[in-house]
């Protein structure tokens, strides 16, 4: 079995047992955390990020040459730094 803390322990108890009753907006509520839900797990997202015009300047230089958007190329830059397999080359 998972081990469980405390209070998961009585919150799996009392589910087990059948002492868990509905709040009277649960239908309010499960939509809700439904949403939080969603937008917690959103595969893309905006950010907004200021760059000196030289950088961005040469950002769009490399994607053109990868031969994709910039927008797609510092993407693929922060994911491949997150990864850990951005190397700085000397």
Do not use: C
């Not at 239908?27 to 949403?35: A, G, S, V």
């Not at 893309?44 to 190329?73: H, M």
């Amino acid at each position: 079995m998972i081990n469980l803390d405390l209070e998961e322990q009585e919150i799996l108890e009392a589910f087990e047992s059948d002492r868990l009753t509905r709040t009277s907006n649960w239908q309010q509520e499960l939509e809700q955390h439904k949403q939080i839900a969603s937008a917690t797990f959103a595969q893309n997202s905006t950010i907004n990020i200021f760059v000196s015009e030289k950088d961005l300047r040469s950002l769009q230089k490399r994607a053109l040459a990868e031969g994709i958007p910039y927008p797609l190329f510092v993407s693929s830059i922060l994911h491949k730094f997150i990864e850990g397999k951005l190397v700085e080359v000397s």
